[in-house]
């Protein structure tokens, strides 16, 4: 019996050797094969393969990644509609992008309002920093490279120097004769009356105008004569303005 059970191992142990030197063989000729091949034949078989094999997908990506780090942008500051297709179209101007994609809440799926762009070359990315700001859906936005440490608290801090709370408005005064009045100051990103009825637009007396650059809020803030009809317009930060009820 134990001379029985000793030539199984041994062929068990045979057949291992066996199946290593075959791997072995394999590996070295499909080195070889591959490197005869062009590098867009390479990709298209890589690409075939990660569409049948999650987990080959996961590899390829992971593995870009670490050549692209370089070459990636945090974006952050963006509208809350903004998609991944906007995102991408707005920073295209930089060159040819690999990746991007809006950071969303994995519970709601509403946009976290950042995000990241990933460019196949660097000279793209230094395109876009020498920039400082792109133009994303109507809004300027922040960016920095991902390979920083990604500081939210500038973007918030940014958002909140931006958009003023206007109080005093006349009831007559529509959304568009406010940033008529505000345009004066500078760009302006977006803003609004406040309506108490959507449908019979019976305003508020209050809105809220956002600029594209903080310095252009602080100029609106420090003028002294801001009348609109024959109101004279109170206007501060957005973020100090407290509603009543609260």
């Given amino acids: 019996m134990?001379?029985?059970?000793g030539k199984g191992v041994a062929t068990n142990e045979s057949v291992d050797n066996e199946g290593r030197l075959w791997n072995s063989?394999?590996?070295k000729h499909l080195r070889s094969l591959t490197q005869t091949l062009h590098k867009k034949e390479i990709?298209?078989?890589l690409v075939k393969l990660g569409m049948s094999f999650p987990q080959i997908a996961k590899e390829i990506r992971v593995t870009a990644r670490q050549y692209l780090v370089d070459q990636r942008l945090v974006v952050y500051g963006l509208h809350e509609e903004t998609t991944t297709e906007t995102l991408c179209d707005a920073f295209s101007s930089y060159g040819e992008i690999v990746e991007g994609h809006v950071m969303t809440d994995s519970v709601t799926g509403e946009s976290r309002r950042f995000g990241f762009i990933t460019f196949k070359n660097i000279e793209s990315l230094q395109k876009a920093l020498e920039e400082g700001r792109t133009l994303v859906d109507g809004r300027l936005v922040l960016h920095q490279p991902a390979n920083e440490r990604f500081d939210g608290a500038v973007a918030t801090a940014d958002a909140e120097l931006r958009r003023l709370y206007v109080g005093n408005i006349p009831r007559d005064i529509t959304t568009k004769k406010l940033l008529d009045f505000f345009a004066k100051y500078g760009e302006i990103e977006e803003g609004s009356?406040?309506?108490?009825?959507?449908?019979?637009r019976i305003s508020k007396g209050y809105g809220f105008v956002t600029f594209k650059t903080s310095e252009d809020a602080t100029n609106a803030i420090n003028d002294p004569n801001k009348k609109l009809g024959t109101n004279r317009l109170k206007v501060k930060r957005a973020n100090k303005y407290k509603p009543k009820n609260l």
């Fill in 2 to 5: 134990e001379s029985e059970k």
């Fill in 25 to 27: 063989f394999m590996e």
């Fill in 43 to 45: 990709v298209d078989l």
């Fill in 193 to 200: 009356v406040m309506f108490d009825d959507q449908e019979t």
